[in-house]
């Protein structure tokens, strides 16, 4: 199918510009890809990122919080943000003739007035969400696995802070935040579906050439070290968190993986569908029996680590025969690499790529968070192929690099051991 490659612009002022057209597609969508997140703060400013998301909803110098979100919900699709570790996004989707409103809207939501009575107001909206999290097992526990498997690495640390650091970030601290990772060399604007390429171009050249720089040097990609490398602690432990009122119990395990520039990352993926994918071998040990209501395993990458995780759900009283029949599946996954297995999942795979392509909304989120990721801006079909290609022979390699036969677990429910 025809795909052609991304244009990639660098604007004097160091902003990157990323357009995939699409003449076939009904709408047009466009983001803003901040390469920030929770990794690059301080253990005392845990949260600033996603403080800082919230607060660019807030307004401009020019409009308010309710002007902005009455232009957001004018364009008439969908507009959100996300932190993660390692990016802050800004998004938004509209009809093709009002693609440069669609640009304006977003570009004035980047410029925020960060009001002392936004920041208050906003501040106790988050508390109430890091609250809410907090009830829900599966959030909480996945948080405790995490902080064990790093350790002291800021990507063990919660997204959204804990309620002593965000209550403790004052206006300072989160406009210096806003100042040192919101410049333009760390901006990437990609926009994706039916637009005219030429006149977008223009118009970034026209309203964003004075972006200004950011006070803090981007991260610098691989093969340089980041500031906050360091390797995870994995301490291969497991741990008990009693809760009687729960009734049932939440167990997550994780295991090192690859990162996002890794040659054989399409291949982490395909082992991680084959044990806990839908139809993967987790499914029928723990779920298809009855044993589990849930079992999974996932890969996780990020710009220089990687992690297999994943774990289940069960009652209280069959916990611990689960947790061994996970750990038995993982110790024969070598088992499940077969010709035929490996080419169905890596066609699954294939196909849900091609499936998030055919929306601009979905290919946005692609483009743009590969490029974050890899400096790379790779076409759909690239992408494909590159599934296609996966070997039984590359995936043993992972397994090879990755052995899966030290977890790091921990669990969370009426229990007192496992």
């Not at 005219?196 to 004075?210: K, Q």
């Amino acid at each position: 199918m025809p795909d052609p490659a991304p244009q990639h612009h660098r604007l004097p002022g160091g902003l990157t510009l990323l357009l995939e057209p699409d003449p076939a597609a009904q709408t047009v969508a466009a983001g803003y890809f901040v390469n920030t997140g929770s990794r690059e703060e301080s253990a005392a400013e845990m949260g600033a990122s996603h403080f800082i998301e919230h607060l660019l909803f807030k307004g401009s110098d020019t409009l308010s919080a309710a002007q902005l979100n009455e232009r957001l919900d004018d364009l008439g699709g969908h507009a959100n943000a996300f932190t993660s570790e390692e990016a802050t996004v800004y998004h938004a989707a509209t009809l093709p003739e009002r693609t440069t409103e669609l640009l304006g809207t977003l570009t004035e939501l980047m410029r925020p007035a960060l009001r002392p009575d936004d920041i208050a107001t906003e501040r106790g909206v988050i508390l109430e969400e890091i609250a809410m999290y907090a009830e829900q097992p599966a959030v909480r526990v996945t948080d405790e696995l995490r902080a064990d498997y790093w350790g002291d690495h800021p990507l063990g640390w919660p997204i959204l802070g804990t309620a002593a650091t965000v209550t403790d970030l004052t206006p300072d601290a989160l406009r210096r935040n806003h100042r040192d990772r919101y410049g333009a060399d760390r901006v990437t604007l990609t926009v994706t579906g039916q637009f005219d390429p030429p006149a977008v171009l223009d118009w970034a050249r026209t309203h964003l050439h004075d972006w200004p720089a950011a006070t803090r040097p981007a991260p610098p990609r691989l093969p340089a070290r980041r500031p906050d490398h360091a390797a995870p602690r994995h301490p291969g432990t497991v741990r008990v968190i009693n809760d009687p009122t729960l009734s049932r119990v939440q167990v997550t395990a994780a295991a090192p993986g690859l990162d996002a520039t890794h040659p054989l990352r399409e291949a982490a993926h395909v082992l991680a569908d084959l044990i806990g994918g839908e139809n993967g071998a987790l499914y029928w040990h723990l779920i298809d029996d009855g044993s589990c209501d849930s079992a999974d395993l996932g890969h996780l990458e990020y710009q220089d680590a990687g992690t297999f995780e994943g774990g289940f759900s069960c009652d209280p009283d069959r916990a611990a025969a689960a947790l061994a029949t996970y750990r038995r599946v993982l110790a024969g996954a070598g088992d499940l690499i077969t010709p035929v297995a490996v080419r169905r999942a890596a066609r699954k795979l294939a196909v849900g790529t091609l499936l998030r392509a055919e929306t601009p909304q979905g290919r946005l989120f692609t483009l743009g968070m590969e490029f974050l990721a890899t400096g790379r801006t790779p076409d759909t079909a690239a992408s494909v192929r590159r599934y296609e290609q996966v070997t039984p022979d590359d995936v043993r390699e992972v397994l090879r690099l990755c052995p899966l036969d030290r977890l790091t677990v921990v669990a969370l429910g009426p229990i007192d051991r496992l």
